[in-house]
């Protein structure tokens, strides 16, 4: 790991670039283990999923400490800036959370964003003192006007949601990575560590997964090779990889050869 590299957002400092969705694991306990693994110190929480009214039954809080963990409440599974609004309110009076994900979907069968809803909420929620983590598509011009309405971390997706088709518009990403000063964090689409290896490559800040590790053949096995994905291509980032030529370039020199 780098010294003096870190994840920031919100003026918060964090070690791990991976960030990690708890659903669609079996149950909580794979979930936790797979969060561990994984080395993430951000978890999303699907707000509209958490059990409120059945105290008998067990809650992520008793498996994921969130003395240790960041909990990232998210708004799954809504439609409208308005279901958005009303379950990051409700989240900001249940657990005091203002670092939210806002994610406001357009289509049930393609899961893409609504970005005229979602700037609509980013909009509002900025003004209410959210620190707003923005689910969006990957159109550098909407990414900007996100920025200017006060997101503290722009989240382009790869792909549609659970989809696992890798990153698709590789151009757009750069072009957002080069106008932005916010984090980017690739969120939604990812199938492989190859995929978050090369995400980081573009020079994005972090990714965010859950169905790749969660709907692995082998989830905790996933969960490292993601781990390590995010560090190497970092890495691979920060050191600088070669120009592309179309032509062969010599390994060595003629100097010396008898």
């Known amino acids: 790991m780098l010294k003096?590299?870190?994840?920031?957002?919100?003026?918060k400092k964090y070690n791990s670039r991976l960030i990690v969705g708890t659903g669609k694991y079996k149950n909580f306990d794979?979930?936790?283990?797979?969060v561990e693994t994984s080395g993430a110190e951000i978890?999303?929480?699907?707000?509209?999923?958490v059990n409120i009214q059945d105290k008998s039954k067990p809650i992520l809080m008793d498996y994921i400490n969130p003395k240790k963990i960041t909990y990232l409440p998210n708004t799954a599974g809504c439609?409208?800036?308005?279901?958005?609004?009303?379950?990051l309110r409700l989240a900001r009076e249940i657990g005091g959370w203002k670092l939210v994900k806002l994610e406001v979907l357009g289509d049930k069968k393609t899961l893409l964003?609504?970005?005229i809803e979602t700037l609509i909420s980013t909009e509002v929620l900025a003004k209410e003192g959210f620190k707003v983590m923005v689910y969006c598509n990957d159109d550098p011009l909407m990414a900007k006007r996100l920025e200017n309405a006060g997101a503290v971390a722009i989240m382009p997706?790869?792909?549609?949601?659970?989809?696992?088709?890798g990153i698709q518009n590789i151009i757009n990403i750069k072009i957002i990575r080069s106008q932005t000063k916010l984090p980017l964090i690739i969120d939604a689409g990812l199938g492989q560590s190859s995929d978050a290896a090369e995400a980081m490559e573009l020079g994005c800040d972090g990714v965010l997964i859950n169905t790749a590790i969660a709907r692995a053949k082998y989830p905790l096995k996933m969960a490292q090779a993601m781990k390590y994905a995010v560090r190497a291509g970092r890495y691979s980032y920060l050191a600088g990889r070669i120009e592309k030529n179309i032509l062969g370039k010599r390994s060595t020199t003629k100097k010396g050869i008898i």
């Open 157 to 165: 997706l790869a792909a549609p949601i659970g989809s696992g088709l």
């Open 4 to 11: 003096n590299d870190f994840l920031k957002i919100s003026k």
């Open 113 to 115: 964003p609504d970005m």
């Open 79 to 87: 439609f409208t800036s308005t279901e958005a609004l009303r379950t």
């Open 43 to 49: 978890v999303t929480v699907a707000v509209r999923r």
């Open 30 to 34: 794979e979930c936790a283990k797979c």
